[in-house]
């Protein structure tokens, strides 16, 4: 009786991968198929769980890319992240020109003073748009600390995380981190 | 467009994508494109296999890429650009376990005084679980489950065997050479019969 433990090694090996040899013993083939199956059903359980490599998960790297400094933002204009931008700048010099620049009050001071660390968003109503990022924020897994100031304005701090980015990412926002954390201040486009 | 880069990365090597990656610019977002259609897909599906969550598989490949373009200026040439992307992956995979605490679960490692004592209690034809088994296939998914918790390596390495990769690609995902790849297999097939070994009388049955 011939036994080549590498020889039924191979074949083993070959019939868990679903290429039985015929001339193998029966009970090896009948192990590692019964095994295979085994394999197999658990195999299936954890593909499920496998997040799918697609373009939106890779919008998402060349986020995390950009922000260590590692990926060029060359695509311009055909960005859509260039169009939101500008959307906002444009929204923005609208607001300030309806405005009039006409009130070198606090609401001024204020948004200059904060524009260091915390993104500005001049919003018409801030409080439906906190709500509308506190429900966002909160998705991607932060609380964040909200500040009313006396002049109407809101103030949101959260923690930096991935899943934060990627949902500010979505809202076209890329704003400051520093120590770890972000800073959003919702200013009225009408100041009380 | 998505389409084009896949018909594109058909002739690319790992070599050619790493070249692209550190000429920085244009070539560069062109390897890393290139680098995510043909290693994005099988890195998520390894961290998976190796335990970790989906969410948490997409942040330690972000942080792969990260690495990789990173340091993409000090890859020697010497190696094949593919071992060394698969070492960065699995590095970064083990920083995430080693922060996450579930390393020391992970590695456990079993001496030989241990699978001796294994063999004699797992393999007991007259211990009291094996006569509860339905099925060959039960028995069998019974002592893999059991492999799996002192071996979650090489019960993923059989896994792989089974899925049908190479020599070659089993190699890289757990950083061995062929030959030693192929002796890990053997291994893993002899460390795996006492698990499912008394299981060969319901076979013959």
Redesign the interface.
């Known amino acids: 009786m011939t036994n080549n433990p ?1 020889k039924e ?1 191979a074949q ?2 070959s019939a ?3 290429q039985a040899d015929p001339d193998a013993k029966t ?1 090896v083939n ?2 590692a198929e ?10 299936d359980l ?2 499920s ?5 697609d ?1 939106a ?2 919008q ?3 986020f ?2 950009r922000r ?1 400094g ?3 933002s ?1 695509r311009g204009w055909r960005n859509p992240m260039f169009w939101g931008i500008a959307a906002t700048i444009v929204m923005g010099v609208g607001v300030v020109i309806q405005m009039g620049g006409l009130h070198p009050d606090d609401y001024e001071k204020d948004v200059l003073r904060g524009a260091e660390h915390a993104t500005v968003l001049i919003v018409a109503d801030p409080e439906v748009r906190l709500m509308e990022l506190q429900a966002g924020l909160q998705a991607a897994g932060e609380v964040p600390k909200i500040d009313r100031l006396a002049n109407g304005q809101i103030v949101l701090t959260v923690k930096a995380t ?1 899943k934060v980015l990627a949902y500010l990412l979505t809202q076209r926002l890329e704003p400051e981190i520093s120590d770890g954390y972000l800073v959003l201040k919702l200013a009225p486009s009408k100041p009380n | 467009m ?1 389409l084009q880069v896949i018909a594109c990365r058909e002739a690319m090597t790992e070599e050619n994508i790493i070249q692209l990656i550190r000429a ?3 070539a ?2 062109a390897g ?2 290139a680098l ?1 259609q043909s290693a ?2 099988p890195m ?2 390894f961290f ?2 190796k335990g970790v ?3 948490d ?3 330690i ?2 942080e792969t ?2 690495k990789i ?2 340091s993409a200026s000090s890859f020697s040439g010497d190696g094949a650009a593919k071992a060394w992307i698969w070492q960065i992956a699995r590095n970064c995979l083990t920083d995430h376990q080693r922060k996450q605490g579930s390393l020391a679960n992970h590695v456990t490692a079993v001496n030989d005084e241990q699978w001796l004592s294994l063999e004699e209690t797992t393999a007991d034809p007259a211990a009291p679980s094996c006569g509860t088994f339905g099925s ?2 039960e028995c ?2 019974l ?2 489950d059991k492999f ?1 918790r002192v071996e979650p390596e090489r019960a993923m390495v ?2 792989l ?4 990769l190479s020599i070659d690609e089993i190699g890289l995902r757990i950083g061995r050479t062929m030959a030693a790849t192929k002796e890990y ?2 291994q893993c ?1 002899k460390k ?1 019969q006492p698990f ?1 070994a008394h ?2 009388d319901l ?2 049955a």
């Open positions: 590498d090694d083993w090996l868990l991968a679903g009970n009948r192990q019964s095994l295979r199956r085994a394999l197999k059903a658990r195999s954890l593909t769980q496998v997040p799918v490599a373009d998960q890779y998402q790297m060349l995390r890319l260590a590692l990926a060029s060359r991935e | 998505w920085g610019g244009n560069m977002d890393v494109k995510y994005a897909q998520l599906r998976v296999f969550s989906g969410d598989a997409k942040d490949l972000q890429f990260v373009v990173r060959v296939d069998v998914s002592g893999l799996n059989l896994m065997q089974m899925d049908g297999l053997s097939k795996i499912i299981c060969t076979l013959a």
